[in-house]
């Protein structure tokens, strides 16, 4: 009974060590992903983002050049996967620096048009007239506009920004959380005299937090709910699934980490006590 009620403390802090560890995994995930530009940047390329908008891109071109009898293959190439990446890239960083945004390549991409044009009239043995060369300014000037388009996106725009509004607040609080785990944990590790018994108390914490880390974020990773998600764009869907894949994933991965580090510390407890017991006989 003394040995029950001397523990219901220690069981205490042991719970509230792992809700604070827990919160700062949770917080340092959020700090590495959604406050990251890295992170966004990644997950652009690793959904293949840049192709699907070249490829966008490039069929609303052409899609303007049947409209002046144009074949689809002479303007196939007139945007570059280099040019999306570097206005993609230029798009999130101003989101998170809070730098406007200045779209690169207009003038390539008008040059590209022209030129291809030109080149395949001159294949052809067509003449291009003075209407005939203002009717290429203005396709090239539209096709402009609609590359814009595709790569500012709005509501990432204050998706961003929302979120770092938050990134002051979430130092703070992380730093506050901190604080209360060392605390919390040093107080618990005060309440245990033996030192195989306090590693052992340190894994049940670590153990925790690590479950709580685990399994909602693998509940909704494997109920398939961010699979679901209407989103109508191709690129767009891939992109933001991918985006919420591998955050959701990253509380898992913290988690396991967490839950490693538990069951090391009960094998050194473990071989602590067994070496205590040894020197003892």
């Excluded at 940047?41 to 049947?66: F, M, N, P």
């Excluded at 030109?118 to 003449?127: G, R």
């Excluded at 500012?152 to 785990?181: R, T």
């Amino acid at each position: 009974m003394n040995q029950m009620t001397r523990n219901i403390p220690r069981w205490i802090l042991a719970f509230i060590g792992s809700l604070l560890l827990f919160a700062i995994g949770a917080l340092v995930c959020i700090r590495l992903t959604l406050f990251n530009q890295n992170f966004m940047i990644k997950q652009v390329h690793d959904a293949k983002y840049i192709e699907t908008i070249r490829k966008d891109v490039t069929e609303s071109i052409q899609d303007l050049g049947r409209g002046s009898n144009i074949p689809p293959e002479v303007l196939s190439d007139v945007v570059t996967e280099k040019m999306v990446a570097t206005n993609v890239e230029n798009y999130i960083r101003g989101i998170y620096q809070d730098v406007p945004f200045q779209l690169q390549g207009e003038d390539q991409i008008k040059e590209n048009i022209i030129n291809n044009v030109q080149q395949y009239a001159q294949q052809k043995n067509i003449p291009i007239d003075e209407g005939t060369q203002k009717n290429l300014e203005n396709l090239a000037n539209t096709a402009t506009k609609n590359f814009s388009s595709y790569i500012e996106i709005p509501y990432l725009m204050s998706y961003g920004q929302k979120v770092m509004s938050f990134k002051s607040s979430l130092n703070l609080i992380l730093l506050v959380v901190g604080a209360g785990f060392v605390l919390t944990f040093t107080l618990l590790l005060l309440m245990v005299k033996l030192k195989h018994q306090r590693v052992r108390w340190s894994s049940i914490t670590f153990l925790g937090a690590g479950l709580m880390l685990v399994v909602l974020p693998a509940i909704i990773y494997f109920s398939g709910v961010i699979n679901r998600l209407g989103i109508t764009s191709e690129g767009l869907y891939r992109f933001v699934t991918s985006y919420v894949t591998t955050f959701d994933l990253s509380f898992v991965f913290v988690g396991l980490a967490a839950i490693a580090i538990a069951v090391l510390l009960v094998i050194i407890s473990e071989r602590m006590r067994d070496r205590k017991i040894f020197n003892i006989q």
